[in-house]
């Protein structure tokens, strides 16, 4: 898997929370490690570090992003 993107930070989530209660829709449980997410955004601290891209959005500003992710086999 291939992810670009215009952002520049990407938060990675697993799911180790699982405990292979939950069913999805297929009626598989999920288990710890089923799962993973990468969720693309500005670094959470850019408030507060200069040297980081800004994150303020003036009135009437539009906010665009893209995010590409892209599968293929090796």
């Not at 930070?9 to 292979?20: C, I």
Request: glycine share 10%.
């Amino acid at each position: 898997m291939r992810v670009a993107t215009t952002e520049p930070g990407v938060q990675y989530h697993t799911a180790n929370f699982l405990d292979g209660s939950f069913p999805g829709t297929s009626g598989r449980v999920y288990r710890r490690g089923d799962a993973f997410c990468l969720e693309t955004h500005h670094f959470p601290d850019s408030p507060s570090q200069p040297s980081f891209p800004s994150t303020v959005l003036r009135p009437g500003q539009t906010y665009r992003t893209t995010t590409v992710h892209t599968f293929g086999t090796c």
